[in-house]
């Protein structure tokens, strides 16, 4: 291992990938670029399969760095977190209480309440509920048109949206199958998204970021990963009041659940211009077609650059 790495040193790099996460087709797809991205970088980049012989792999391969190209639980719930901070490898991204609380969509939610960001009511179903009686209790709470989520996945999986009502407890079955879940009122309105990007002490906030799927559709696993199935706008074509609170509220968000190096905070905004804070993404995708490198290239920081960035300072901290 080199000691104090400047800006033209080489690192060795393990990447992350795969496992046993819903995700891991995704996480795979992520792991390529990054590698592809550090070796044109100057970088020595591994990708590793998160399986039952990952840590044995890297203490055996010593890297100076670990990139986590994870996507879902055990990779972005603390889990491989706490197991580098055993192995005593840095690596890219927030540490096991930043990941856990992110990754977590109820414990998020409580966290942003006392920040005083907005957020829509909502319900918890675990799966040894009775589905029955947990929708007509959604009904009494929420009304009938809702968004069921899983609370620990991400890229959309699982979600049940009733936009016009229906079948909450069939619905919630659908759901239930990733474990326990939140339940919100849906609210019909546009998405938006906001990266930030952390540079030692300093948290610099991407453009706003609009998402436009096709007609009838919505941003889900199919239209966030295939390519030509969504469209991006940025910057957001919306207010500047609009955007500055946007972007304080992924701020606000950032800080408030501890997190570090970077994160993506996803909203919806009514035509009213009301948001809703919906979550937070401590390891945001790196496919070709994922939100965060875009908007990170805005603020000048296009892959490549992006990635070496990352990498380097993880080594340094």
């Not at 995700?23 to 990054?34: F, K, L, P, Y």
């Not at 792999?57 to 100076?64: E, T, Y």
């Not at 930043?98 to 309440?113: E, L, P, R, T, Y």
């Not at 009041?241 to 993506?264: F, I, K, N, P, V």
Request: proline residues 6%; contains cysteine; charged residues 15%.
């Amino acid at each position: 291992m080199i000691e104090n790495p400047s800006s033209t040193d080489t690192l060795c790099v393990a990447i992350l990938a795969g496992g046993p996460s819903a995700e891991a087709d995704v996480s795979r797809n992520s792991a390529a670029q990054i590698q592809l991205a550090l070796t044109q970088a100057g970088h020595s980049a591994s990708i590793f399969e998160l399986d039952q012989h990952c840590a044995a792999a890297l203490i055996a391969a010593q890297p100076d760095v670990v990139f986590p190209a994870l996507h879902g639980p055990p990779g972005e719930d603390g889990t491989v977190q706490g197991m580098l901070e055993m192995l005593r490898l840095p690596y890219v991204g927030s540490d096991v209480r930043g990941s856990a609380i992110a990754m977590d969509k109820a414990i998020a939610k409580s966290v942003f309440q006392r920040a005083g960001l907005p957020v829509s009511a909502d319900c918890i179903v675990h799966p040894d509920q009775d589905l029955t009686e947990a929708a007509s209790e959604i009904v009494h709470t929420l009304g009938t048109c809702v968004a069921i989520k899983p609370l620990n996945q991400g890229s959309a999986i699982g979600v049940q949206l009733l936009p016009n009502g229906g079948d909450i407890a069939a619905a919630l079955a659908a759901s239930v199958i990733y474990g326990s879940c939140l339940v919100e009122p849906f609210v019909l309105g546009r998405e938006m998204t906001v990266g930030i990007l952390q540079l030692g002490e300093e948290l610099h906030v991407h453009p706003v970021i609009e998402i436009h799927t096709p007609e009838n559709t919505w941003y889900d696993y199919e239209h966030r990963y295939t390519v030509g199935q969504s469209h991006h706008v940025m910057p957001a074509q919306i207010s500047a009041a609009l955007t500055e609170r946007l972007q304080q509220a992924a701020l606000s968000a950032h800080r408030s659940l501890g997190l570090r190096d970077l994160s993506r905070a996803d909203f919806i905004v009514t035509d009213t211009d009301e948001i809703y804070l919906l979550e937070v993404n401590a390891l945001p995708g790196m496919t070709p077609v994922s939100l965060y490198p875009e908007g990170a290239g805005a603020l000048g920081y296009p892959f490549e650059r992006l990635v070496d960035t990352l990498v380097r300072q993880a080594y340094t901290r």
